[in-house]
């Protein structure tokens, strides 16, 4: 029995950053996150740390 991957990132936020970078429409017509292109995927964790870096410069 493989083990079941858990997510780091939220749902709802993985939704906003594919908004963000475009890809939206092609999650949502798939249904999950299976069929984004790995270059998607990375920009989704480079965007993803940014904004954790931004949240963490906010006083």
Do not use: H
């Amino acid at each position: 029995m493989a083990a079941k991957r858990r997510s780091i990132m939220s749902d709802a936020l993985k939704m906003e950053i594919a908004k963000e970078l475009g890809f939206y429409d092609d999650v949502q017509r798939d249904g999950d996150f299976g069929n984004v292109s790995s270059r998607n995927c990375g920009y989704m964790v480079r965007t993803a740390i940014e904004i954790a870096e931004r949240a963490l410069m906010k006083p």
